[in-house]
């Protein structure tokens, strides 16, 4: 649910692109699937448009929300190197959440909008940022875990068909090399310390596996739609494929520290080479997602309150002939 | 309604999470600078992206931020996004001649051909 496309499936399967110019459709799925790029000022079909402004903005806010918990700790870090290192995760969040909202911008949706449509609670972000950072311990599995989620994400996305949404994942993935390094190494310290160390990072991955793998969102539904969509490129893995991905890569990891999952079923079947698991419990994160989690409330106050309070400064800084103008990006 | 945090600083600030939000008006986030850098001296300045900044002054800064806070980076240009004119992508056409110019091509130029000629017919 990081960077995430949906589209209602009661919605008719014509409906998608039944105002579209036959001719310029052609043209822009051959270019598609040429392996082109699309740019902002190419013509594309309103839905087209629709999905990646809604998919883009998600993703931005995804990660300046999601700079919250973790920030939380920044004055309490343990020594100062995982301070400057925690402030440069966090600085690498908000860049990435900008460079992201730059990218929706070029698709013609401005910023005070995204601004707006996040505060009042129209736009989403990923759900596992309504959960709090209790400990030290939780801000290790966030930056391990949850960065492990969010990059399988933005590298499938980063094959993408939209040219903007592409050049920013390409950077932004560079940068979540250090952050995912960061997160292990801090899960392994606190791991093979003390006892009680090592209980506090257990208690930390009991808390976080449900929001982890309510991380993907649930099973796609197969549907036209999103047929459509991954043949535009928007949406470039089913949710369960992402997973399963992350599993595969984490879960030895994680059973290597000798740490222990919360969940009896969770293995790999031999044969279909699948990870099983108990479905996560869908109707927590839609409780959750539509503004009952245990963080939501702050999250939002918080991010309205800055925005509040840096207001004057722009407005003094705003000169008279300022012209906003769609970024190239 | 009080927010009850574990941060002790989103306490301290008291937010009233009811609130209204007075919304962003046009311009709140500025206007928009493309950023160009150069990460090492003789090579050409880059396009890397853009950033929100009322003066071009403060892009620097925020340039610096956002593109140059890892890596290498000896300079960076920064211009208004609304003083760049670029060519439209569905008049990319006009360049389509540059492959059928020949002329410009110095491979076509094949002079050994004929100096060998030139030489036969002397000997003879
Ligand atoms: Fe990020
Ligand atoms: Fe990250």
Known sequence: MYGNAYIDPSLAPNKLTQDEDPIKLAEFEARIAAGDKIEPKDWMPTEYRKQLIRMIEQHAHSEIIGSLPEGTWITRAPGFRRKLALIAKVQDEVGHAQLLYSAAETLGKPREEMINDLISGKSKYSNVFNYPAITWADTAVIAWLIDAGAIVNQLANSKGSYGPYVRALDRICAEESFHLKYGHDNVVYLATGTPKQRQMVQEALTRWWPPIMHFFGPSDKISVHTETLMKWKVKMASNDDMRQTFLNMYVPKIWDLGLVLPDPNLKKNTETGLWEYTEPDWEEFKRVINGDGPCNAERLAVRRQAEEKGRWVRQALLSKDSRYVTPLV | ?124
Request: charged share 30%; proline share 5%; hydrophobic share 35%.
């Open chain 2, 1 to 124: 309604m009080k927010i009850n945090s574990i941060d002790p600083r989103v306490n301290r600030s008291k937010i009233d999470p009811e609130k209204k939000f007075e919304e962003a008006k046009e311009l709140d986030q500025w206007q928009t600078f493309e950023v160009f850098q150069q990460i090492k001296r003789g090579m050409h300045h880059q396009h890397v992206g853009c950033v929100h900044a009322p003066s071009p002054e403060i892009a620097f800064l925020f340039a610096k931020e956002q593109y140059a806070r890892r890596g290498q980076c000896v300079n960076i240009w920064v211009v208004k996004s609304s003083d760049v004119f670029a060519t439209e992508y569905e008049d990319a056409d006009i360049f389509d001649s540059a492959p059928e110019k020949f002329h410009r091509d110095p491979s076509t130029y094949k002079v050994m051909d004929r100096i060998q000629a030139f030489k036969e017919r002397q000997k003879s």
